[in-house]
Every structure is written in structure tokens, then in C-alpha cells.
């Protein structure tokens, strides 16, 4: 029996925590950031947006009910939201190698191998956040003794480019012809497009869409700095003269608010949860929210013509903009879910009504 190899999570702090490999066997550096949702481990870890990110579990359990099936449905998984393993490093503190569920293909510890991503266990993931909200997140490394490497900071790279698809791609053919911006897609919003009579016309993030034929444009979640993808903004701000209806989702929020002349800003520890409370501004509507982002749009830098949808109840931050009377709109969190609350799913439907309007106009 090899003795096993002494691993650590270390923080740019200097803060170490000693832990135990059930994953790939491999040091790896990115950023550390902390999610408290006590469910979605497949979807999480398959969500480009984490591209570049050592994610912190504080829910204890991890790996129960195993890894689901990568059955493909129209095109795409139907349990993952994206083709593959997106984080750079997972953070548990107690895995569950025994797993039972109806569709479960094999064990986390597997699947990580099988995408080469180190996940240690054994680690005080309620301390580690603490750390997490009180300095901010943080530059971390999960370092093997014997494979020590320099920390790495994704956010000063373009991870849209390594997370958006390289080619155009067309799911479905439904009455509504919607030019979806892929800076990351979580593949559970091209599902609701599909869901509500679209056709997706699936593009790369530099892609200069203009000339395509399209009644609306949906702008994807994505990994990273919005700051670094002035070539998606260029074509949002484009699009903007068409008048033609727009949606954005999370990165897609920033960016639309960057096309409109807004800034955008990095928060200290970020919302990854199941449980953010939003307001629609001007009810007393709130809503449960799933987001996943480390930036924010600075709501007093949006132009005239544009105002904040929702506000976070718990900060005060952003969490949507719209336009006053262009069919313009967009959410810092994720009305696809996948995983967490789907109670905001029905904005999906009001951009789809956009169209639907637009269209009749247009006659
Ligand atoms: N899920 C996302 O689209 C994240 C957006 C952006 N990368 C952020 O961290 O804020």
C-alpha cells in the first residue's frame, strides 16, 4: 500500500489547511471561493462559470448521491450544465466514496479523476469560509509536498474565451429565432429556450452576430472579469440599435450594463447560494434566488435611460437592470436554477413575450 501523498490547501495568506486527495492527484492554483448550497454538486462543478476557481463546499456531506448519467438530449447533457468539469479544485470536508441515486453513473472521487480536477476532503470548510468572508476571497493553491507550484490568478486572463464553444451551433426549431452569446452557457437556459418555442442559434463570444437572422438576443452566464470581454460588449451595443429584445444572465448582466456605459466592480467574497433574497424594485416582491458571481454592475454609473430590476435584500447589491422602454433586461442571479429555487424561471417567459411583441410591430 503506497503511503499516501501529503497534501494541503494553501492560501495566499499563508493560511494552510492540511487535507486527504479523493480526486486527481495533482497540484492546482486558482482562486478560493466559498458556495453554501446544500444540493447541485454535479451542476456546479460543470458550470463554466467556475472556470479558473477552487470552489469551498460549507455543506458537509459531499458525494452521496454520486455523479448522474451523461445521457445527451437535444444536443446537450441532460444532468450537466456543460460537456465537462469546469472548477480547477474541489474543497469538502466530509466525502461520501459510498453513493446510492436513481441515475447515478459513479462516484465524485471517480469523475474528478476522470477530468483530472484534485479535490481534497477532511477540510474545516466552515473555518476555511470564515477566513473567506472576513478577508475576501482569496488566491489558493491545492499544493502535493512533493509538487509545490506558484499561486495563479484566472481573473486576469480572459476565461470567457477558454469557456465559450470555438464554432455556431443550432438546438431546436421553434417559431422564435434567439442568437444565444455563449461566454460560459449553463446548458439549463438553452433547455428553457427550447422549452418555450426557440430556436437557438448558439454563438462564441467574439462572434459579430449582426448579420445573422434573429428576433432576439440572449446573453449567457459566464467565468471571470466582465472587464475582459470588450468584444462581446461591442456587439451588445450593436445589437442595441437593432431595438430588438435582449436578456442576459448573470456575466450577461454585466455586460449589458458595460454596453450601456455602466461600470462593473468585483465584490469581496461574491453570492454563490441557493438563498439570496432579491427585491423587484418598486413592489415588495421578493424573490429566492441561485447565483453563482464575484462581480457586480455599480448600479449609481447606470445611464438615465436604465435602472436597477432587482436589489439584493442582504447587501443592497444589484442583481438585475432594465431598460425604461426598450425591451432590454437582465439578472445578476440565475432564473435557469439548475440547481437551487426556480421561482424566477417565468422571466424567461417575459423575454420570450418581448419577442412575441416586437415581432407583431414589426408587422
Ligand atoms: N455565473 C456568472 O456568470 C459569473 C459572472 C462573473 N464571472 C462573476 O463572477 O461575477
Redesign the pocket.
Known sequence: MTKARKVSLVLEDGTRFEGKSFGYDQSVAGEVVFYTAMTGYPESLT?P?YTGQILVSTYPMIGNYGVPTDLQKEGIHAHYESHKVHISGLIISDYSSEYSHWNAMKSLGDWLKEWQVPGLYDIDTRALTKILRVKGSMLGKIEFEDEPIELYDPNKENLVALASIKEKEVYGNGEHKVVLVDCGVKNNIIRCLLDRNATVIRVPWDYDFSNEDYDGIFIS????D?ARCETTVANIQKAMRTDKPIMG???GN?LLARAAGAETYKLKF?HRSHNQPVLLTGTDRCFITSQ?????ISQETLPEDWEALFVNVNDKTNEGIRHKTKPFFSTQFHPEASSGPVDTEYLFDEFIQNIVEFKQKAQ
Open positions: 458550470d462559470s452566464n459566464g467565468p471571470g466582465p444572465i448573470c456575466l454585466q461574491g453563482n458571481h464575484g462581480y457586480a
